[in-house]
């Protein structure tokens, strides 16, 4: 089945304690990338690649990084993580970057940090 | 700046009656506009999409209709189902390698 794998789909940790959010895609896709949905605020991206070692910023990438060492993988790190990145995370993959590619979303990974 | 605008957070529709959710955008390079459907503790996935060459795109129940003058685009479900419930992103892409922008999303109630 085609699908976008993330885990953990609930994770609870203290602020300052490293955690990786990991995202697998099963559908050869080259573009990848994280958002994260706050209330009020929807969906705002974090990070994306386009391929394989190639990652940029979205709209809200501080405080967080990626790496895209295999097409099929786009780890989300927090180094340090702080109360205010409490929020339901996606991972979504596409053929490409383009119109007619629409994106498949996982199915979200809820982190809460206190 | 919010470039893509879904005003009304919420909306109730009765069931079999016409759903209409609004979208509005403020960049004039966007060509190709998204709707996404979210249910709870699922990711969002997608429902229907238009280019900016065409000015409506019909899928068995849901059409989307854009008018590009007033940037403007909406989504027209009919008739609505209990099972269209859910939360409804706008979405909007520039095109090439430009990420997609997304409303802050409407949620539907359909109410039977």
């Known amino acids: 089945e085609a699908q976008v794998t993330q885990n953990p789909r609930y994770l609870i940790t203290v602020t300052g304690k490293k955690l990786t959010v990991t995202c697998s895609q099963n559908m050869n896709h080259e573009y990848m990338s994280w958002y994260r949905q706050d209330p009020g605020l929807g969906l705002r991206q974090i990070y994306y690649?386009?391929?394989?070692?190639?990652?940029d910023k979205g709209d809200v990438p501080e405080g967080y990084k990626v790496s895209r060492k295999e097409k099929r993988n786009f780890p989300l790190i927090l180094e340090s993580p702080s109360p205010n990145q409490t929020s339901l995370y996606f991972c979504a993959s596409s053929l490409r970057q383009l119109n007619n590619s629409p994106l498949h979303f996982g199915n979200g990974t809820r982190l809460t940090v206190t | 700046d919010q470039q893509v605008k879904q005003n009304s957070p919420s909306l109730s529709v009765q069931e079999g009656r016409i759903s209409i959710l609004n979208c509005d955008y403020t960049n004039s390079m966007f060509d190709y506009f998204l709707w996404y459907k979210k249910y709870p503790a699922e990711g969002p996935t997608f429902l229907i999409s238009?280019?900016?060459?065409?000015d409506k795109n019909e899928d068995g129940r849901f059409t989307v209709f854009l008018n590009k003058s007033a940037k403007h685009l909406s989504l027209h479900i009919v008739p609505s189902q209990p099972g269209d419930s859910a939360v409804y992103f706008c979405?909007?892409?520039?095109?090439?390698?430009?990420?997609?922008?997304f409303g802050k999303g409407t949620r539907l109630s359909v109410i039977a």
């Open positions: 238009i280019s900016s060459i065409k």
């Open positions: 979405a909007a892409s520039a095109g090439g390698n430009t990420p997609l922008v």
């Open positions: 690649s386009m391929n394989v070692e190639v990652t």
